[in-house]
């Protein structure tokens, strides 16, 4: 069965600072890949997807993921952090044979410093 | 384009009472998918829905149930309801084919059971 691992449950980083969110992955199949972000009592915004091709991929809000196939992994990163980055960040795993089911990670908090 | 609309946004229950939410996807999105996000077991899909038939299913009991219109708008039910059922209640939509897989989420519903 499809599982996927954030491995921090909280992280607080300055603001300006750099940050890094991991996520890792076990599944069978080519899988797709997402990251979303949760602000307090709203939904899920997307910020950036991984299919297939490039292995950087750009997403919205500075955003960027690199996807590594040999770690299963697709660790989220941002050169420089605003305070409105302070959010809950999930990543989450899908694939064509699974249809549109997606599996989520427990999700990382983060906290920004001023 | 509007994004995923839910209805309603908060709604107070009583154990044994039923629950019915709505959800209208984006305009040509024709899958909706259910997930149900609390604090102790995260994100978990319930089940989707494509052309007015459960595509897939997640791992919850038979009081969980769905159905989608034709104009793709989409309602889940939830019957005898238990504390356990409090959660919030994310629906989400996405175009199918075209090598696309994304999900855009909206706002949820905040089911509490008293």
């Known amino acids: 069965a499809q599982s996927v691992t954030q491995p921090d449950i909280h992280i607080t980083v300055s603001e300006g600072a750099s940050l890094e969110l991991r996520c890792n992955y076990s599944?069978?199949?080519?899988?797709?890949l997402f990251w979303y972000v949760q602000s307090p009592g709203q939904g899920l915004q997307l910020l950036l997807k991984?299919?297939?091709?490039?292995?950087l991929v750009q997403g919205i809000k500075g955003f960027e993921a690199e996807f590594k196939r040999s770690q299963s992994s697709f660790n989220l990163r941002k050169p420089s952090v605003h305070w409105s980055d302070a959010a809950e960040y999930f990543c989450?795993?899908?694939?064509?044979?699974?249809?549109?089911?997606?599996?989520f990670g427990g999700g990382t908090r983060v906290l920004v410093k001023p | 384009k509007a994004g995923v609309t839910q209805t309603p946004r908060y709604l107070i229950k009583t154990r044994g009472q039923q629950v019915t939410l709505s959800c209208s996807p984006i305009?040509?999105?024709?899958?909706v998918s259910w997930y149900q996000q609390t604090p102790g077991q995260g994100l978990q899909f319930l089940f989707e829905?494509?052309?007015?038939?459960?595509?897939n299913k997640g791992n919850f009991p038979g009081r969980f149930s769905g159905r989608q219109f034709s104009n793709s708008r989409s309602e889940m039910n939830v019957s005898t309801l238990e504390l356990g059922d409090s959660a919030l209640y994310l629906c989400?939509?996405?175009?199918?084919?075209?090598?696309?897989?994304?999900?855009?989420f909206g706002p949820g519903t905040r089911l509490t059971v008293t």
């Open positions: 991984y299919f297939s091709g490039d292995t």
């Open positions: 599944y069978g199949a080519t899988p797709y």
């Open positions: 305009s040509g999105h024709r899958s």
């Open positions: 829905y494509f052309s007015e038939t459960q595509r």
């Open positions: 989450a795993v899908g694939a064509v044979a699974a249809g549109n089911k997606l599996t």
């Open positions: 989400a939509s996405s175009l199918v084919g075209g090598g696309t897989y994304e999900q855009y």
